[in-house]
């Protein structure tokens, strides 16, 4: 089985993709699951909540990740994202740190992260590098910034998106130090092109780093940041770290399964 992780739809470099789209790129590489990440009001013609709920229906294979839109969080949308949650709607929440100006401890979250840590539904956030046309603050996405998080809500299950980049060997200490902290590996190359060989092997120059320092790869799951990126080329590129089997097992399948309860 594989599951990614990191997947997203919308209009991404003046092309709209499609949920058939993903459904066909997965068809290709040999995946079996998806995690759709909605985020309407961030990106253009992407899904909201309501709308990846209706994908997932009718998409089983697609699970659906919600996200906070910080900028407009009332009580409201806090009360709706704990019952899509609790009907198994959704089966995480993503806060887009840097792409909106807050930082992960922010005391307005407070409440989702103990709900969360309570009925064991985890957290995602969006750290690192910001694509060049959004006009957002580095110093927000910061892995580091999790830390505060995991350190109050110790039970929390939390995923650090795109493991910290370039920020990888301070993602290692947040997850080292923390044991519900996990990172993703979605979004390392250069958008929007074919991955290169000189990129795969600076990938895994530095996940293998990241793996010295932490341990092993058991903290890592697979994800892609779809359509960024081709589901089977970054597949591939994540197959050539030297992984042992349980290892690969956790990375392509089986910590998703645990994390977002699949």
Request: aromatic share 12%; with cysteine.
């Amino acid at each position: 089985m594989v599951i990614d992780a990191h997947a997203h739809i919308g209009k991404v470099n003046g092309t709209v993709y499609t949920v058939k789209d993903l459904v066909a790129s997965m068809d290709k590489a040999g995946i079996d699951t998806s995690l759709l990440i909605t985020n309407k009001r961030l990106s253009n013609e992407g899904a909201s909540m309501e709308e990846g709920i209706e994908i997932n229906k009718k998409y089983p294979q697609i699970k659906i990740i919600g996200n906070v839109d910080f900028a407009i969080l009332n009580e409201a949308q806090i009360e709706k994202i704990k019952k899509y949650l609790s009907t198994k709607k959704i089966v995480g929440v993503k806060f887009y740190l840097g792409y909106e100006s807050f930082y992960a401890n922010d005391l307005k979250l407070h409440s989702i992260y103990e709900f969360c840590q309570k009925n064991n539904f985890p957290v995602v956030y969006h750290t690192g590098v910001l694509e060049s046309s959004f006009a957002g603050l580095l110093k927000y996405s910061h892995p580091l910034t999790i830390d505060e998080v995991a350190t109050q809500f110790p039970n929390l299950k939390i995923v650090i998106a795109h493991f910290g980049n370039p920020w990888i060997m301070d993602a290692a200490a947040v997850v080292a130090k923390n044991k519900n902290v996990y990172v993703d590996l979605s979004g390392y190359f250069t958008e929007y092109v074919s991955i290169s060989k000189e990129e795969v092997d600076l990938f895994v120059s530095q996940v293998t780093e990241f793996k010295s320092f932490v341990g092993s790869f058991q903290k890592c799951l697979f994800g892609t940041d779809w359509p960024l990126y081709d589901q089977k080329e970054y597949l591939d590129a994540v197959n050539q770290l030297p992984m042992t089997p349980k290892e690969r097992d956790l990375v392509l399948s089986q910590n998703a399964v645990k994390i977002y309860n699949l």
